[in-house]
């Protein structure tokens, strides 16, 4: 079963503006990771943050974690044309060790 | 260093023919994994395997087998496919360690009709 949820499951904004995906997951978890996915291809890793984190920076990129809420967001900071893709948080579970992906964030950025 | 490479890229089935679907990678990880891609959806784990000669189920294994002879090769059966098994495939690898990120493929898109 899906352990991740993504929200929302579209976004449109315009080229500049901030994009802000949430994830909520619903057990204990070593760490949370979240890839992007462009049309037709593989995805890609983009971020990891561990449980005894609460925030991490990469770029534009800015995650949280809030693990008493079982919750993270991603934030893209003046976002691009080329920002526009599929992201998915995947959560790396505690008991079983293996990495389970939410339904995605499809974000896309007009010019 | 090629990464993590899929063959092939897209396939036609009929129902009841069978299949097998190569992943290669290049970056002497222990662990692979294949996953399917479904609209609307995660990705979901099919098998995965933690080294050479061993695999294990994951969420959906029903109806696919999969073999890791080689520590670079990890291959995805279908014996007699299905239409519910119309999909995109993904492989990936990873180091052994637990905060590792995962490397994807490009994918498979099957289609069984």
């Known amino acids: 079963s899906q352990q991740g949820e993504e929200d929302p499951q579209a976004l449109s904004i315009q080229e500049g503006e901030n994009a802000t995906m949430n994830c909520s997951y619903k057990t204990s978890i070593n760490n949370l990771q979240w890839y992007r996915q462009n049309s037709g291809r593989g995805l890609v890793h983009l971020i990891l943050?561990?449980?005894?984190?609460r925030e991490k920076h990469s770029g534009r990129l800015r995650v949280t974690l809030d693990t008493s809420k079982k919750s993270s967001s991603l934030l893209i900071t003046a976002s691009r044309a080329a920002d526009t893709a599929s992201y998915f948080c995947?959560?790396?579970?505690?008991?079983?060790?293996?990495?389970?992906f939410g339904q995605g964030t499809t974000l896309q950025v007009k010019p | 260093n090629a990464g993590v490479t899929q063959t092939p890229k897209f396939r036609v089935l009929k129902t009841g023919q069978s299949m097998t679907l190569l992943c290669a990678q290049d970056?002497?990880?222990?662990?692979m994994y294949w996953y399917r891609q479904d609209p609307g959806m995660g990705l979901r784990l099919i098998h995965y395997s933690v080294g050479e000669g061993t695999t294990a189920k994951g969420e959906v294994p029903d109806g696919y087998n999969v073999s890791r002879l080689k520590k670079q090769n990890f291959l995805l059966g279908l014996e007699s496919a299905a239409p519910s098994q119309t999909s995109v495939y993904f492989c990936a690898s990873s180091r052994l360690e637990t905060y590792n990120e995962q490397f994807f493929g490009p994918g498979t898109r099957l289609t069984v009709l």
């Open positions: 943050i561990r449980s005894n984190e």
């Open positions: 970056m002497n990880h222990e662990y």
């Open positions: 995947a959560t790396r579970a505690s008991n079983t060790g293996k990495l389970i």
